[in-house]
């Protein structure tokens, strides 16, 4: 069995601000605040929520997401952070409730290769985006279209320690789970309410500084 692995959120934990959200916020119709809302207050899945927001973006094709994504920015310490980690010889891998068009779009952007995703897939078939969701779990908790926790799980059959990174809702099933917590955003407020030890940052910059691992 391997020593530890790392796992990342991506959005809003690797990004400065979450892509997907703010790819709603510029381009979708209004009402697709309203379908946010119904999963945040656990309603609607994480799945239902994706289709339904991205058929409320009019004129959606792959040059409107493509100039988007060129917009997006990194935390650039992030770039510092994996580059110790390679050097460590540590794995990282992304686990994300976002789509992988965007992460890995972005990744290349900041010309970062090499780091496994695990999150919805999106392509684009005859100029219409599609997604599909081959790691959902009927089982999932948080009713999430990638499992977090079913992931994280999977990984301490092979790892004996796992340092997670998260900043919101589609962190707080799986964070109990993790060896080591970073924790940012609305996360830190949800471990303190349910006493899950964490250790919290703001970038990358901060986690570099407090390395337990």
């Known amino acids: 069995m391997k020593d530890l692995i790392i796992v990342s959120d991506f959005d809003g934990t690797i990004t400065k601000k979450d892509s997907l959200y703010n790819f709603f916020k510029s381009y979708a119709n209004a009402s697709w605040l309203e379908v946010e809302k119904l999963w945040e207050e656990g309603k609607i899945s994480s799945k239902?929520?994706?289709?339904?927001?991205?058929?409320?973006?009019?004129?959606?094709?792959?040059?409107?997401?493509?100039e988007y994504i060129n917009n997006v920015?990194?935390?650039?310490?992030?770039?510092?952070?994996?580059?110790?980690?390679?050097?460590?010889?540590?794995?990282l891998i992304i686990v994300s409730d976002g789509i992988d068009y965007f992460i890995k779009k972005i990744l290349a952007k900041y010309k970062i290769e090499n780091i496994e995703i695990i999150s919805n897939h999106a392509e684009f078939i005859n100029k219409k985006l599609k997604l599909s969701f081959p790691n959902s779990n009927p089982d999932c908790k948080n009713a999430s279209a990638t499992c977090k926790c079913a992931v994280v799980s999977n990984l301490k059959k092979y790892y004996n320690k796992i340092v997670y990174?998260?900043?919101?809702?589609?962190?707080?099933?799986?964070?109990?789970?993790?060896?080591i917590l970073y924790a940012k955003g609305s996360l830190?407020?949800?471990c303190k309410a349910n006493n899950i030890n964490h250790i919290e940052?703001?970038?990358?910059?901060?986690?570099?500084?407090n390395i337990t691992f």
């Open 165 to 179: 990174l998260g900043d919101g809702v589609s962190d707080y099933c799986v964070c109990a789970k993790a060896d």
């Open 48 to 66: 239902e929520c994706l289709m339904r927001e991205f058929e409320l973006v009019e004129g959606l094709g792959e040059d409107l997401v493509n």
């Open 188 to 190: 830190i407020k949800y």
């Open 201 to 209: 940052f703001q970038n990358f910059k901060d986690v570099l500084r």
């Open 73 to 91: 920015e990194l935390d650039l310490d992030f770039i510092e952070f994996n580059n110790y980690r390679i050097k460590q010889g540590i794995k």
